[in-house]
């Protein structure tokens, strides 16, 4: 049988026992079969980037990872991935910073990871490469001969053909996304986007979800990720004798929960957030004394200079709101930027009243399942849901709101908070059946089904 190598910008080797799983690793877990193989950047910088794959294997997984060089990922990560792609396709074009240089350095990375693979490769594996790290890839693969199906799933939004000719790169990038044989979205939407991208920027044919370009097709489809329900509800369950959550729960004093969890990002609405919170406590003095408002977000990508804004920004909010509202006994906001345990999250998720879930633009948003998954269905907590998050397209019994309306979100946060309990349940029982139906392995099932199905096919010259 064919073999399946997955390839991502980041690999996630299995560490000691009892290590936590990421994303991405939860979602593939099914296709970690012997035999597979998962390919990508060690996270290590070398003075020259390695030509030659490091090889792990971990009950039959072969984890094969490539060190890049400081100059490489510079251009690759931090300028052209995270600098350019993430703001624009995130709706962010004022923060997009393009530079010929980084473009030329994401293209040397997946170079790279195009010649480095080759070593590992057979002729009709399968390949599945996630993410806007990867883009050009696939045609840099087919240039090089491999003839296997290749599919590409994105696990961020796209954007509409008026924003994205913005980038001036827009052409090369949706001609090289047309050179894999199946392309993946987490929302109709964003499928629909790239789509439209194709036919107005390249000319392409598009007749439902197939597009055709220089005589070849390929298919573009939607397949919502998930996360694993079941164990991540079992975890809120054992989260009861968790020490830092009896701590918190200790703390709380009879008051109620809201929690925020997100990493660090622009995207995610934090500074919204915590205007909408202070909105809250202005409106609705009922709350003083009886909330509290967790928000937790690990820091990231802080070599891009918007993240360490975003930092000082939180920062100085935080100091605002607890300076304003605070009394002796009562700060209204706790904020971490502390990464915590799975089991850990879970039961912070369950003890909460309200999860608040405001993204001002989301591929899909996990925080959201997990929150779901995490509650019990006798004393659920409500979710506050953004609209433009991928999620909300699935959660509709979700509290919806705009999250660029800090009062809407306060009065989401209220109606949540005042909630009676026959109201919670039925939302709760709703949204439960939701994500526990679109699960992670019915993600990777449904991409692996869609990518059995299409046409390996080469990519005309003209075209690469
Ligand atoms: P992210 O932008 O990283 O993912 P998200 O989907 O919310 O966003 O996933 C974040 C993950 O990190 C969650 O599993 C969450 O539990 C975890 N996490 C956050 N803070 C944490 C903390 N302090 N400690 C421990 N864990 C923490 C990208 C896209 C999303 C898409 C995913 C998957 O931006 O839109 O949903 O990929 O496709």
């Not at 594996?125 to 491999?146: C, I, K, N």
């Not at 004798?241 to 990002?265: E, F, H, P, Y």
């Not at 975003?310 to 209204?332: C, K, M, Q, V």
Request: aromatic share 8%; charged share 25%; with cysteine.
């Amino acid at each position: 049988m064919a073999r399946v190598v997955i390839v991502s910008n980041r690999v996630p080797i299995p560490k000691a026992r009892g290590a936590t799983a990421g994303g991405l690793a939860v979602a593939l877990r099914d296709l970690l079969k012997p035999g597979t193989i998962w390919f990508g950047w060690s996270g290590r910088l070398a003075s020259e980037p390695s030509a030659q794959p490091a090889l792990v294997e971990a009950r039959g997984v072969t984890y094969a990872t490539i060190d890049l060089s400081s100059d490489d990922y510079r251009g690759y990560y931090v300028g052209f991935a995270n600098g350019a792609l993430w703001p624009l396709l995130h709706f962010r074009i004022g923060l997009m910073r393009f530079r010929r240089q980084d473009y030329e350095g994401y293209l040397a990375v997946n170079r790279s990871f195009a010649d480095a693979l080759g070593s590992v490769l057979q002729l009709d594996d399968t390949l599945w490469a996630h993410d806007y790290h990867l883009v050009p890839l696939g045609r840099m693969l087919r240039e090089r001969g491999f003839q296997g199906p290749m599919g590409f799933f994105l696990h961020i939004p796209f954007a509409p053909p008026s924003m994205m000719e913005a980038l001036p790169v827009a052409r090369e990038l949706i001609a090289d996304l047309c050179a894999y044989d199946l392309v993946g979205f987490q929302t109709e939407e964003h499928a629909r986007d790239f789509r439209d991208c194709a036919q107005r920027i390249l000319g392409a044919t598009v007749q439902g979800e197939w597009v055709r370009l220089n005589g070849r097709s390929m298919r573009v489809f939607t397949c919502p990720i998930g996360i694993d329900a079941e164990s991540f509800s079992r975890d809120a369950d054992r989260a009861v004798n968790d020490k830092v959550v009896q701590r918190l729960a200790g703390s709380l004093t009879g008051r109620a929960l809201a929690i925020g969890v997100d990493r660090m990002d622009y995207s995610k609405g934090l500074p919204q957030r915590f205007e909408a919170y202070a909105c809250l406590l202005e409106k609705h003095p009922e709350h003083h004394r009886k909330v509290h408002l967790l928000q937790i977000c690990p820091r990231s990508r802080e070599e891009v200079d918007e993240y360490r804004k975003l930092r000082s920004e939180l920062d100085r909010l935080a100091g605002r709101i607890n300076g304003r509202f605070s009394e002796f006994d009562w700060t209204p906001l706790r904020y971490s930027t502390r990464a915590a345990p799975r089991t850990t999250l879970a039961g912070l998720y369950r003890t909460a009243r309200v999860g608040v879930v405001t993204p001002l633009r989301d591929g899909m948003n996990l925080v959201a399942k997990e929150f779901v998954a995490a509650q019990s269905d006798e004393d659920p907590g409500v979710l506050v849901l953004s609209q433009f998050a991928g999620a909300a397209h699935e959660l509709t019994e979700a509290l919806i709101v705009n999250p660029f309306d800090p009062d809407a979100i306060a009065e989401a946060m209220h109606e949540g908070l005042s909630m009676p309990a026959p109201e919670r349940r039925e939302r709760h029982l709703a949204l439960k059946d939701k994500v526990f139906r679109t699960t992670a392995q019915a993600y990777s099932e449904r991409f692996m089904e869609a990518l059995s199905q299409v046409k390996a096919q080469s990519v005309p010259r003209a075209a690469a």
